[in-house]
Nanobody, 125 residues
Framework: QVQLVESGGGLVEAGGSLRLSCAAS????????MGWFRQAPGKEREYVAH????????YYADSVKGRFTIARDNAKNTVDLQMNSLKPEDTAVYYC??????????????????WGQGTQVTVSS
């Protein structure tokens, strides 16, 4: 059983930055593709970014491309999401997720097996 715990959320003004972190335990982290998703009030959970098991490839939703960066440290069992130039529309609960079976689809909720509890990000205008 894999446990994922997010941290780093908070309140920030538009144009500011936040760094989210997700700590994994209970599994072989270096084997999992890892993703970040977000869910705003009244909306479905949406894809933000994902990174392959070895960190060799990263992918982003068009809405965050050029502003967010996903990175992982397999020695520390962590995956981070650096968020720059934040906008009010980035306000949401952010979740990290792990794909144990490595089959995806990695831009869909259904592609992941384990989820964290989420961390709130609020961007004020």
């Amino acid at each position: 059983q894999v446990q994922l715990v997010e941290s780093g959320g908070g309140l920030v003004e538009a144009g500011g930055s936040l760094r989210l972190s997700c700590a994994a335990s209970g599994g072989t982290f270096s084997r999992y593709h890892m993703g970040w998703f977000r869910q705003a009030p009244g909306k479905e959970r949406e894809y933000v970014a994902h990174i392959t098991w070895n960190g060799g490839s990263t992918y982003y939703a068009d809405s965050v491309k050029g502003r967010f960066t996903i990175a992982r440290d397999n020695a520390k069992n962590t995956v981070d999401l650096q968020m720059n130039s934040l906008k009010p529309e980035d306000t949401a609960v952010y979740y990290c997720a792990a794909d144990y079976k490595a089959v995806g689809p990695w831009n869909k909720v259904s592609g992941y097996d384990y989820w964290g509890q989420g961390t709130q990000v609020t961007v004020s205008s």
